[in-house]
């Protein structure tokens, strides 16, 4: 097995082997359930009457829309050096990705100089109405360096949230490649 992820030299042989995708499909698993920005509005002033309720979550939502014309965001950066080959770091990142419920939009790479950029969509939170991910992995010497940028579009503030992704994406991601490693996958 330990062969199998250190010969990888495609995202496309991830998505072919059943059993590295199904390492992403209990990794979404394991992340946890935070309420949408919607949810969060509905259920938070449930003692509100309907009527004030309803004001909040369109107030909220035109907000958001005026922001986005206006060309408001909130853009958080970190970067992070992995160690691993290249299998190891493209199969943790997709893994902690998924861990946090964020939907694949686009996957490029460069097959011959192993280089990978994965674009995601951030779900709607409490804290923010949701956004983009962009995670860049640039091949070292038996390492990568891996930027990510968190983008919330149409506000401000996101009250942290790029950074706790951003941060949690990290440790995610050296978790899966030392497990990984221990399993010999």
């Known amino acids: 097995m330990s062969a199998q992820l250190t010969q990888i030299r495609s995202v496309k042989e991830i998505f072919s082997s059943p059993e590295l995708i199904s390492r992403i499909r209990e990794s979404a698993a394991l992340g946890p359930h935070s309420a949408s920005a919607d949810e969060f509005l509905?259920?938070?002033?449930?003692?509100?009457?309907?009527?004030?309720r309803a004001g909040m979550i369109v107030g909220s939502r035109a907000g958001y829309v005026a922001g986005k014309a206006f060309g408001f965001k909130s853009t958080t950066k970190r970067n992070r050096v992995l160690d691993g080959p290249y299998g190891y770091v493209a199969l943790s990142l997709l893994c902690a990705?998924?861990?946090?419920?964020?939907?694949?939009?686009?996957?490029?790479?460069?097959?011959?100089q192993q280089q990978l950029m994965i674009y995601a969509d951030i779900p709607s939170s409490a804290k923010a109405w949701g956004g983009t991910l962009l995670v860049n992995a640039i091949p070292q010497i038996g390492r990568y360096e891996v930027s990510g940028t968190a983008t919330f579009h149409g506000q401000l503030i996101a009250w942290g949230k790029g950074n706790q992704m951003l941060r949690q994406l990290w440790q995610d991601s050296e978790t899966f490649i030392t497990r990984f490693s221990i399993e010999q996958l």
């Open 42 to 52: 509905r259920e938070f002033p449930s003692y509100f009457r309907w009527h004030v």
């Open 97 to 112: 990705i998924s861990k946090q419920k964020c939907p694949l939009t686009a996957i490029k790479e460069n097959e011959e």
